[in-house]
């Protein structure tokens, strides 16, 4: 454990998995329960859906603005994903990590590695479903994709699901049970916490 005193490192968690696993789901039950996280919010070229939030949910950008942070080298990683560029702003995580405070990055699996190169001590979590039917049937309860969308990312979710092994810690999202996967990832970034030396990011 860290000593009396001595400040600890702030750690940097990535939390992953495939589209429609629950990720949105997860962070914004743990905002509701006040955990002391910085949560880095996406940036994104898509469109905004009914109920999200700009600041909140992602900052909605153009493909202008967004190019214009990638030639500034403003994204800590970006992907083209289905389309639209996502990407995690820099300076949220940079900023909050001198401040002490621990990051928590939502990203997809291709993100999730890009991060894990640039900083090996970051924390890694994959989140899963119970089964791909599970899985299915949250993608279609959306009414957000095409047939076609929708297939692709099925595709690319059990391509995601032979990554799981890579990360450091995998939890169960089942459905209708959110807390209980809320309550494995804080478990998660305890023990990480009482990890003696300290993972101590450097970006």
């Known amino acids: 454990m860290t000593p009396a005193g001595e400040k600890r490192c702030p750690l940097l968690i990535i939390l992953s998995g495939p589209s429609g696993v629950g990720k949105d789901a997860v962070l914004r039950r743990m905002r509701e329960l006040r955990r002391p996280y910085h949560f880095v919010v996406t940036a994104t070229t898509r469109p905004r859906r009914p109920a999200e939030r700009d600041g909140v949910d992602y900052i909605f950008l153009d493909h202008a603005t967004f190019q214009r942070m990638l030639q500034k080298q403003e994204m800590l990683e970006w992907a083209q994903v289905y389309g639209n ?3 995690v702003p820099k300076g949220q995580v940079t900023k909050a990590m001198a401040e002490g405070k621990d990051v928590l990055i939502k990203t997809d699996v291709q993100g999730a590695a890009t991060i894990k190169r640039l900083a090996p001590d970051a924390v890694s979590i994959f989140l899963r479903p ?42 169960t999202n089942r459905q209708g049970r959110l807390d209980d996967a809320v309550k494995s990832v804080e478990e998660a970034v305890a023990k990480e916490r009482l990890r003696v030396p300290p993972r101590c990011v450097r970006l």
């Open 85 to 87: 560029y996502y990407g």
């Open 130 to 171: 119970f089964d791909m039917s599970e899985l299915t049937m949250r993608l279609s309860a959306r009414h957000t994709e095409s047939p076609e969308t929708l297939a692709l990312r099925l595709q690319t979710a059990e391509s995601e699901m032979l990554e799981a092994p890579k990360f450091d810690h995998v939890i």
